[in-house]
């Protein structure tokens, strides 16, 4: 989720919950992996990061799909009609489909009309009702359960705290939020190690901390998603 450092306490509901309750849960869908090496080659933009996983609590939908990988079905719903969010639907294909992102684990997400997942821009109002319990407070993002909600507004004008460029902005907040959905927990350091890519697991629209903006996966959180040995969130 990317809200305000004191909204973390809230935020971490869902990590919390999931670790209690993970233990006693049915099994989580697990696959067989060819491993992720964490080269400087694998992708130009990171460098090895931190890769942590936390719990969820039940099992999780997929579909055929080759052996070493995982599918994940999910599709995108754009509440909201106005210039600025027209193409919603297509970035955040390409984002999930980018050989620099999350299919570098082992994944395969695929975008399909009767899927379990949901990806929603909408509007500040309706986010924070969608990620109740959690807080966003008009103004952030969250996964909760089967739903990605993404904030309409930070999609338009990203926040003062990213350095980057906007379409990259929106990559990061897709690949960031999704990536909670794939069982991935904000990293336990905003910011590793100055002048280097930011963990994409980090809280980069309201702290940098003197890390780079990046959209991407690190080294660290690929290989950490690449042993499947976490659940996806609960449906």
């Known amino acids: 989720m990317h809200g305000r450092r004191r909204a973390v306490v809230g935020l971490a509901v869902w990590a919390v919950t999931a670790a209690c309750s993970g233990d006693g849960g049915r099994p989580a869908a697990v696959a067989t992996t060819r491993g992720a090496a964490t080269t400087a080659a694998e992708v130009a933009t990171t460098t090895p990061g931190v890769g942590a996983t936390s719990a ?22 754009r509440r909201v009609d106005d210039a600025a969010t027209v ?8 984002t999930l489909a980018d050989p620099r992102g999350w299919t570098r684990a082992g994944f395969r997400l695929v975008r399909r009309d009767d899927a379990p997942y949901v990806i929603v821009l909408a509007e500040g109002s309706e986010v924070d009702r969608l990620c109740l319990p959690h807080d966003t ?3 952030y993002s969250c996964q909760r359960s089967e ?10 004008e990203a926040t003062p705290k990213w350095t980057g460029d906007l379409t990259a902005y929106r990559q990061m907040l897709v690949n960031h939020e ?31 901390d003197g890390c780079l903006p990046n959209p991407w996966p690190l080294g ?13 969130a609960p449906l």
């Open 56 to 77: 969820a609590v039940t099992a999780t939908p997929v579909t055929s799909s080759p052996p070493g990988t995982v599918e994940v079905a999910y599709r995108v719903e």
């Open 147 to 156: 739903t990605v909600a993404l904030n309409a507004e930070r999609w338009r």
């Open 178 to 208: 999704f990536g909670h959905l794939l069982g991935q927990p904000h990293p336990r350091t905003q910011c590793p190690r100055a002048g280097r890519p930011a963990p994409l697991m980090a809280q980069q629209s309201t702290e940098l």
């Open 137 to 139: 407070y008009g103004e």
């Open 87 to 94: 193409g919603f639907e297509a970035l955040v294909e390409q």
């Open 220 to 232: 660290g959180e690929i290989a950490a998603a690449a042993r499947h040995d976490r659940p996806l």
